[in-house]
């Protein structure tokens, strides 16, 4: 038998289908009910609340991504099928929240109930979660494993790169396709707080998110897109409606950089005034006072601008001295010395040589 495709295509293409099946079986769009009082219905912006704790709660305790996705999900398909109130909904999205856990996690990265208690200050207690766990398996018929939005970011984004492969590299700028699906996967997760997405499917949002990045880097991402959506069998008229949903969510989103990434800072080059003085740092080197100062006066010059220009300071010298470390470009000796604010010969270091100060012993008052 000789096939047409590669191997890797038609993989990607068989994954392609199961996922589309087992979407077309599960989904259901959740439709959020205007709630005709704030005590007895969950409203979509309570909603919206509860999924952005549940992503705190997870960057927290440093999940897979796949995670928080299938806990999205878990809580949208029992909310579409009951009605609860608001004082339940952290209980009910901290449940599904722990069986997402328990189906995507290893187990030596499944954290204890009471270790999720107390890290997610959910207010419930762990037999008040497992109770609420069983009514959740009940209301879904105890079949969690439904295919979510990351899954088919996935599947899509690899069938990009095996199409395009040598001009999204050069597109990327230095990002590797690692890289560059972790910014992907923060845009959906940000995506997927917002209600007004709630009618769409997993896939054609996953397709609408990718397609906008396509339109950016690839001059022939429209042929591309054609392909997708004849696999998907999806009108191109629901995609343009998801692409103007996905743009309108994302224009208030900043992407967060991927792991690893080195901070350039640039430090002040100015010398601080006069005026200046009293908005540095409490170990910053000062000249001797020609006058004593009113405590009165003092106070009012520590304003918000002055608290925020001293955490200024010391960002830049931390991140600095970091950067320095990175780089090798002091030894420990040196970074030693550089501390203390002493040479090897004993004598003092001279002023401006070094962005760690030296330190003063403590004032007798």
């Known amino acids: 038998m ?39 219905d969950i409203s979509p912006e ?6 952005r704790w549940l992503r705190d709660v997870h960057s927290q305790l440093k999940l897979y991504p796949e995670t928080l996705c299938l806990a999205i999900g878990i809580l949208d398909r029992f909310l579409s099928a009951i009605k609860a109130r608001p004082k339940y909904l952290r209980c009910i999205a901290i449940s599904c929240f722990f069986l997402a ?15 999720l208690v107390s890290s997610s200050k959910c207010g419930c207690s762990p037999s008040e979660i497992l109770r609420m766990e069983r009514i959740v398996l009940d209301k879904l018929n105890w079949d969690l494993h439904s295919t979510t939005a990351l899954d088919f970011l996935y599947i899509f984004h690899a069938m990009v790169l095996s199409c395009k492969s040598g001009r999204l590299n ?73 692409r103007e949903l996905v743009a309108r969510c994302l224009s208030t989103h900043t992407a967060s950089l991927p792991p690893n990434t080195v901070y350039i800072c640039h430090p002040l080059l100015n010398a601080p005034g006069p005026r200046d003085r009293g908005l540095l740092p409490a170990w910053h080197v000062s000249p001797a006072p020609t006058a004593p100062s009113d405590p009165n006066t003092t106070h009012n010059r520590s304003s918000k601008s002055s608290a925020k220009r001293k955490v ?54």
């Open 170 to 242: 050069v597109a990327l700028s230095g990002l590797n396709p690692s890289q560059h699906v972790a910014l992907l996967t923060q845009q959906l997760f940000h995506c997927l707080t917002h209600n007004a997405l709630l009618q769409v499917r997993g896939s054609l949002l996953s397709l609408g998110l990718i397609t906008l990045e396509l339109e950016k880097l690839c001059p022939d991402w429209l042929a591309l897109t054609v392909d997708l959506l004849h696999k998907l069998q999806i009108d191109s008229s629901q995609l343009i409606g998801c």
């Open 46 to 51: 309570k909603r919206d609340e509860a999924v």
């Open 101 to 115: 856990v328990k189906t995507s996690e290893e187990d030596e990265r499944i954290p204890s109930l009471r270790e």
């Open 312 to 365: 200024e300071h010391m960002e830049v010298d931390e991140y600095f001295d970091g950067i320095k470390r990175l780089y090798n470009e002091e030894s420990p000796q040196e970074g030693a010395l550089m501390c203390t604010g002493q040479t090897a010969g004993g004598g003092k270091q001279n002023a401006g040589s070094s962005p760690c100060p030296p330190l003063q012993p403590a004032r007798e008052t």
């Open 2 to 40: 000789k096939f047409t495709q590669p191997l890797e295509s038609r993989k990607l293409s068989s994954l392609l289908e199961k996922a589309v099946s087992r979407e077309a079986k599960l989904w259901k769009g959740y439709v959020p009910k205007k709630p005709t009082n704030q005590d007895t």
